[in-house]
């Protein structure tokens, strides 16, 4: 059973007549006729009367046609709520790391719900390695990630570069490196990027990997270092407005200062109208 066939059945129904259907359908008489036969054959019950070359529905066929009705304008309002249109609506599932979710997006999803309030907008937050499974998994549209990514299933496409600094509660005059390696290096979320690439800065100056302890947030973390617990590395966006007195910020050394953030989304995803203006709006364009 196909929509072609229902389509079919419907104009049968309504015109009484298998020429009349062909004709309003553009279609020869032949193939109507092969339709409706094949799907008396799927359903196994006759659905027309045929006499005098006139048609009418049996019962069975009466009892179909207001649910072909349904399922008719039910695919049409789905073909409908796909389609590329100049008005976005529908649903938009963006995911991003904290590090953007807090700093970059609140001012570009207000901005969206304002622009556009019929998408039904959603944000998941959740560390890189965690954006990437749920892209590659289809849960969501797109997703702002450390890059670069480099998966083949994936595109990206460039957004910023973020600033990373190492926060702990020594000043510029007391800090050295030796001091904090016995420290914990703290994060709020576990695989975090941020302190990969400065244990890697530390492997590659032939210091011994810092231990690292989760603490559930973000101002859980900076209270901890601020009361002497540990140390840890974040993009300065993400500390500027937060720091205290007893907090300092020290660059990371070349070339592990920046890292990139980039947007990213299956290769094979049909772009949305509510996704290509998300991206226009968020400034994301294709290099």
């Known amino acids: 059973m196909d929509i072609k066939s229902l389509e079919v059945f419907k104009a049968v129904a309504i015109e009484q007549s298998i020429t009349k259907a062909a004709e309003k359908l553009n279609y020869v008489q032949s193939n109507v006729t092969a339709r409706i036969q094949r799907l ?24 179909l046609l207001p649910y072909v009705n349904k399922l008719l304008f039910d695919f049409e309002e789905a073909i409908e709520a796909v389609k590329l249109s100049s008005t976005p609506r529908g649903s938009l599932h963006i995911g991003a ?59 990206e496409y460039p957004v910023l570069e973020e600033s ?45 990997p810092m231990r690292v302890m989760e603490y559930g947030t973000l101002e859980g973390v900076l209270k901890c270092v601020e009361n002497g617990l540990g140390v840890t590395v974040l993009p300065i966006s993400m500390v500027e407005s937060r720091m205290q007195d ?13 890292v990139p953030t980039v947007f990213i ?23």
């Open 246 to 258: 007893k907090l300092n910020c020290h660059p990371l050394p070349d070339p592990h200062r920046t």
């Open 97 to 155: 790391m904290e590090s953007t979710a807090t700093t970059r997006l609140p001012i570009i999803f207000s901005r969206y719900h304002k622009e556009f309030p019929s998408v039904d907008l959603s944000l998941y937050m959740a560390p890189t390695v965690d954006q990437v499974n749920a892209i590659l998994n289809y849960k969501i549209d797109g997703a702002f990630v450390d890059g670069p990514i480099l998966h083949p299933e994936i595109i």
């Open 164 to 208: 990373l600094v190492l926060i702990t509660s020594y000043s510029t005059e007391t800090f050295h490196i030796e001091s904090i390696l016995h420290e914990p290096l703290l994060s709020s979320f576990a695989h975090c990027t941020y302190l990969g690439i400065w244990q890697k800065w530390l492997a590659d100056n032939d210091f011994a």
């Open 265 to 287: 989304m299956r290769r094979d995803s049909y772009m949305t109208s509510a996704l290509s203006k998300f991206m226009e709006l968020a400034g994301i364009t294709d290099l």
């Open 40 to 63: 008396e054959q799927e359903l196994g019950v006759p659905l027309l009367y045929r006499y005098h070359k006139k048609i009418s529905l049996t019962p069975a066929g009466r009892e």
